[in-house]
């Protein structure tokens, strides 16, 4: 039912500037109770930093920022929902305008700023969820913008936010919030890792062990992908989401003049840049740790060459405005018919399949 009235209301939504839609959407699905989804086949079916997924199709963070519609979003078919980017202090983000839809590019640029109702309201929210949907979620943390110390930042939000989070997600990608993508650096990054995860298993005893994950940019050059792998897996992290959103503009963007605006940009257009760097950390990982795949997901067949590229999730959100809410549905349901084509037991036996040919460029035109 959430997902018929979403469909219907899409193409009304589109009139609207992007931001308000957004804003009305997200009320819309925390007012609706969130009614039963149908099982999943289980042949979707992942495991992955020690928890199950009914399927690999998820929510990026940056659709639900402040945790409002978690269960309404889990009931329109997704298996895991990502909610934030959280900070620990309110911070109202960048001035408006700063969200903008390349109808003709099915891409999206935005500048947000990591808004943030703040991680004790966030916190206050979860605890009073009812009945859980199936499904998981992540909570995604980043830094105030005026913080003295940032890497201070993450371990507040982590402090205040484990409890209700099946797994956190530490971005440090943003293209928004000056200089925090210097966080990527190697020394920067070993400090916050090892801040983090201290701070993660200081509650292990109050809420269990909760696997951290880090979020890294698709702008990144292949040496710097090198040092982050390397520290992440000398401080064991849990996972790697790969990618944020991209600084840079593809050639070909037809809308041309809404490319100019700054920001992120992400949708379709990312899918190529973010689908590389996905497969160029799988095989640096070497099973270290599991993948997310997010960047340009908006078919079954994306979804699928990501899994096969390394990914062992997969993430969207910029196709919802595109395709509308029935598209975790449509994915899943092309995933399964893909691997009845390919004679696939599980969705799991096709990660990394092809990683060596996206890392390499040579693994053809996805449509």
Request: with cysteine.
């Amino acid at each position: 039912m959430v997902a018929w009235i979403g469909a219907a209301a899409t193409p009304l939504l589109r009139q609207l500037d992007a931001e308000t839609a957004h804003r009305l959407t997200i009320r819309a699905l925390a007012l609706y109770p969130a009614t039963g989804a149908a099982p999943d086949d289980p042949r979707l079916a992942v495991t992955a930093f020690g928890l199950h997924f009914p399927n690999p199709v998820g929510l990026a963070a940056g659709f639900d920022k402040n945790a409002e519609a978690v269960d309404a979003i889990l009931a329109l078919g997704f298996g895991f929902a990502e909610v934030g980017t959280i900070t620990p202090l309110p911070q109202p983000g960048n001035a408006r305008p700063r969200l903008f839809r390349l109808t003709a590019d099915e891409a999206v640029i935005n500048r947000f700023g990591f808004n943030s109702e703040g991680a004790a309201a966030v916190r206050a929210r979860l605890a009073k969820r009812g009945v859980r949907r199936a499904g998981v979620l992540g909570v995604n943390v980043g830094a105030n913008k005026d913080s003295a110390d940032r890497t201070a930042d993450y371990v507040r939000a982590i402090a205040q936010l484990a409890a209700p989070a099946d797994y956190l997600t530490v971005n440090i990608s943003s293209p928004n919030t000056p200089g925090l993508r210097d966080l990527q650096h190697a020394a920067a990054l070993d400090d916050l890792l090892a801040r983090i995860l201290d701070a993660r298993d200081e509650l292990i005893s109050a809420c269990g062990r909760k696997p951290v994950l880090l979020k890294i940019a698709p702008d990144l050059t292949l040496d710097e992908l090198d040092a982050i792998i390397v520290c992440a897996r000398r401080r064991a992290i849990d996972g790697l989401i790969v990618s944020n959103t991209t600084l840079s503009r593809p050639s070909g963007l037809r809308e041309a003049a809404l490319a100019r605006e700054q920001g992120g940009l992400s949708g379709r257009p990312l899918f190529d840049l973010s689908t590389r760097m996905l497969a160029a950390a799988f095989l640096r990982a070497e099973g270290a740790f599991p993948l997310v795949g997010a960047g340009g997901v908006d078919s079954a067949e994306r979804a699928f060459a990501k899994i096969e590229a390394g990914a062992s999730l997969v993430q969207l959100y910029s196709a919802l405005v595109f395709k509308g809410p029935g598209l975790a549905d449509a994915i899943k349901r092309g995933l399964v018919a893909t691997l009845e084509r390919r004679g696939l037991p599980a969705i799991s036996e096709a990660i990394g399949r092809r990683a060596k040919d996206f890392a390499a460029g040579t693994a053809g035109p996805v449509p």
